[in-house]
């Protein structure tokens, strides 16, 4: 069942993305998560706490977040499969876990780069580049602007396909739905900086772990993508990614 529900996932992803309409109409599943974490961050991670009640807060939050999670998905999970007989079933949870996958937005991106710096030069792939990545593009060369997309490529090929895929094999939609969850959290609040190294530890110490499979996984799959590649210079990048993950 669960294999069904990751081609079937993959499948509608590849054609149909998450329209844009329905994302101005209700939002994302990944954006309502981002809101229920930043409300616990504004709400329980004041400044006038102690490291420790920070960080136990932040444990709470993100416990918080899996739990609505998982409810959420189990629910969805538990109904369709109740009304609709397997196939249907495994159509209706693909398209719901399709929306955890960001294989298309991902190639539509790093393509946008590709063509920017072939059309139109180098201003133009810098601002193109510049929509994936969080570095200051406007140093960046010719050289620099391509190792930037790549680099971008590999990291949300691990995070943003294998890993929700992994899991949805792992443990189905609520599995899926939990780690990326889990690496929302982690984006928004696992950072070093003052107001979240307490709060956002255990995010960031859970997202490492949940990531594990994944990382090795996609690495093996650029390795081997690395082999069907004609250009000696893309081989290369792409072997020098993988080595990095």
């Not at 809101?35 to 102690?50: E, F, M, Q, V």
């Not at 159509?91 to 876990?97: D, E, I, S, W, Y």
Request: proline share 3%; net charge neutral; glycine share 8%.
């Amino acid at each position: 069942m669960f294999a069904a529900l990751a081609v079937s996932a993959v499948v509608i992803e590849a054609i149909l993305g998450y329209p844009r309409w329905l994302s101005r109409t209700i939002g994302h599943p990944v954006t309502w998560m981002g809101a229920l974490i930043a409300w616990c961050d504004t709400a329980w991670n004041r400044p006038g706490h102690s490291w420790a009640r920070r960080r136990g807060g932040g444990i709470l939050a993100l416990a918080a977040v899996l739990a609505a999670t998982a409810a959420a998905s189990g629910a969805l999970t538990l109904l369709v499969e109740a009304l609709l007989p397997w196939t249907a079933a495994a159509c209706v949870l693909g398209a719901a876990a399709s929306t955890l996958l960001a294989q298309r937005s991902l190639d539509e991106h790093v393509r946008a780069v590709a063509g920017a710096l072939e059309a139109e030069g180098l201003k133009a792939g810098r601002r193109a580049v510049a929509e994936i990545v969080g570095r200051d593009t406007e140093t960046l060369d010719e050289a620099g602007v391509s190792r930037a997309a790549i680099e971008s490529l590999a990291e949300n090929f691990s995070d943003g396909v294998v890993a929700p895929l992994f899991w949805l094999v792992a443990a189905g939609v609520p599995g899926a739905a939990c780690y990326k969850a889990i690496n929302t959290a982690d984006s928004m609040i696992g950072h070093k900086d003052e107001r979240h190294a307490a709060f956002g530890w255990a995010a960031a110490r859970l997202d490492d772990l949940v990531n594990l499979p994944a990382s090795r996984l996609a690495a093996f799959w650029i390795v081997a993508a690395s082999g069907l590649a004609s250009d000696t210079s893309a081989r290369a990048a792409l072997r020098a990614v993988a080595r990095d993950a």
